[in-house]
């Protein structure tokens, strides 16, 4: 009797203990909220390019994590290969890591630039239609929307000139 309570209660702990483990999973697709770095904000109006800007124009950058414990992070149509593990995601190389939490659906992840600057961005879970719209992106795609930027800035600035 003692050894079925004893398998009973030790059941009922690793049950218990798979149901709390770990929250969210880093697996799935991530769009880009946010990124400072030294903590000023790194894509503000300053910059001519924000996120918001981008997504009107239907341009995301993400994250793409999979249950083989692989990542892509695709950021102005540059793709970096990583690995990731419960705590770090890292560079395919090994050469940079970062720390990343999930925490009420926001993905941080925090490292250090090559220069020693503090870099952290936030994603949130991409929704399907903004999915398939990030899987259909090209290079084009981006290159075109940076241009057509640029030449607001440009022309912007040259109003102001007059």
Do not use: H, R
């Not at 705590?87 to 999930?102: M, N």
């Amino acid at each position: 009797m003692k050894k079925v309570l004893a398998v009973v209660l030790a059941l009922v702990l690793v049950l218990s203990l798979t149901a709390c483990g770990g929250g969210e999973s880093l697996e799935g697709s991530w769009k880009l909220t946010g990124y400072t770095e030294d903590g000023k904000d790194a894509m503000d109006e300053s910059s001519g390019i924000t996120i918001a800007k981008l997504e009107s124009k239907g341009i995301y950058f993400g994250l793409v994590a999979k249950s083989d414990k692989t990542a892509t992070l695709s950021i102005m149509g540059d793709e970096d290969k990583m690995t990731w593990d419960s705590k770090t995601i890292k560079s395919s190389d090994g050469k940079t890591s970062a720390s990343y939490e999930i925490k009420d659906g926001v993905l941080t992840i925090s490292g250090e630039s090559e220069e020693g600057k503090k870099q952290v961005m936030t994603f949130k879970k991409m929704t399907e239609d903004e999915k398939k719209k990030f899987e259909a992106l090209t290079p084009e795609d981006i290159s075109n929307v940076i241009i057509e930027f640029a030449m607001e800035a440009l022309a912007a600035q040259m109003g102001g000139e007059e």
